[in-house]
């Protein structure tokens, strides 16, 4: 059926919800069990129109391209996308001869049907529901970080490194791997070497943005104007927001800032920030640039040796989870892969701390693919083979990889107290132990720092 309106397809889209795609299915794709297949039941389904993987849009006439995407309830009730919007593949050798009003990404996804569909664990999958749709235009401050997205994207196939593409380069849309498995790879222009095959992405984070505006009515604020993106990057307008305070202390930058001076509060330099970006009274996670580009703040304090006082932990481990899921989808590979580090770095002098300057950094690629994959793999294998206690004058010790390990990452415990603990896959008890990045590793970041 040809639509001959927004309207009249919007209208059309809307009357899924509340069904279930079982309800939807008139082609048994779901007892066929083919994978991408909620997509699919809803293109022939729901709208009548034969499958196809043409590079124009699915609704050509109208220039929308259709895509069915899941979201979850978080424990605490809020929602989040349950994964990044996987977009058209990259041609590596067609699209640095575009620009991006031509490029494949613009051409197919300018304008956007989104379908959203609620996941839930303990049901199965034919009973998901669709819960919402919109017709999704991308804001203009959104668009100006896409398209520099896409720009950095083409410039690493440009310069013959789209083997070196990573998640972690941009901000909103994303260069993500598609493929049945690392032999999926393609030919690109400027480089013999074979590239695992792309596609473009909205990130995680991007869209858990739109799922919360869409069905929660949640509005984020945006620290930067249209005109300050077009003019620099994030990176450049965060570096140009903390730059007064550099040389700092922590009280004269609450001082100035007009924040009461509470550095024993967990919230205090998160309210430091949100000040000084102009947004104050704003949660971090409710400014527009970093929800959407998953930044997330990490309070680094060095020693007068320039040595962080502490590692730096990230969530608990699920041991259960750990051993069951494969590299290419595990958590800690993914965090990585798709989040950004902004280091707020103070030192020590005299027992003052000062602000010393800021760093957004995300993991390299080689790093991620080689001393992050070692350790997951370590942590699988010592849980597998059964984790070993051993009775010491502080404790009980284990044998889970420790700070020697590889230089980069190692486990130890993040509990409330010892008797904070967490079952392990054969039925032991452990207290429950965190990810954690190296402070020499983390000093070798922050040398860079500018």
Known sequence: MMYKNEKQLLDKAREAIGKTFNEIDLHDRLGKGQKGGFGHIIEESHFGYEINSNAEPDFNDLGIELKVTPFRKNKNGTLSAKERLVLNIINYMEEVHTEFETSSFWKKNRKLLLMFYEWKSEIERKN???????????????????????????????AGEAHLLSEGDTQY???????????????????????????????????????????????????????????????????????PYLGMTQRQMAEQLDVPFNPGNKAFIAKLISSLLGVKGTRLDNIAEFAKANIQFKTIRLKENGIPKEHMSFVNIDFKEIVKEDWEESYIRNYFLETQLLFVVFQFKEEELIFKGIKLWHMPMDTIETKLYEYWNAIRSVVNEGVQFQKT?????????????????????KGRNAADRTELPDGQWITKQCYWLNDIYISQILKEMG
Request: charge should be positive; include cysteine.
């Open 128 to 158: 998901f529901k669709i819960i919402e749709t919109t017709l999704y235009d991308y804001p203009e401050e959104d668009l100006i970080i896409i398209k520099k997205d896409w720009e950095y994207i083409v410039s690493k196939i440009h």
């Open 173 to 243: 849309l994303g260069a993500c791997t598609k493929g049945a498995n690392k032999s999926s790879v393609r030919q690109q222009p400027c480089s013999e070497i074979m590239a695992p095959q792309r596609a473009y992405s909205l990130k995680q984070s991007y869209m858990t943005s739109i799922v919360r505006e869409v069905i929660t009515d949640e509005k984020l604020t945006y620290f930067a104007s249209a005109n300050e993106l077009r003019e620099k990057t994030i990176d450049e307008l965060l570096h140009e927001r903390f730059a």
């Open 393 to 413: 004058k502080r404790g009980l010790k284990n044998n889970l990889p420790d700070s020697k390990f590889n230089g980069v990452l190692h486990v130890r415990p």
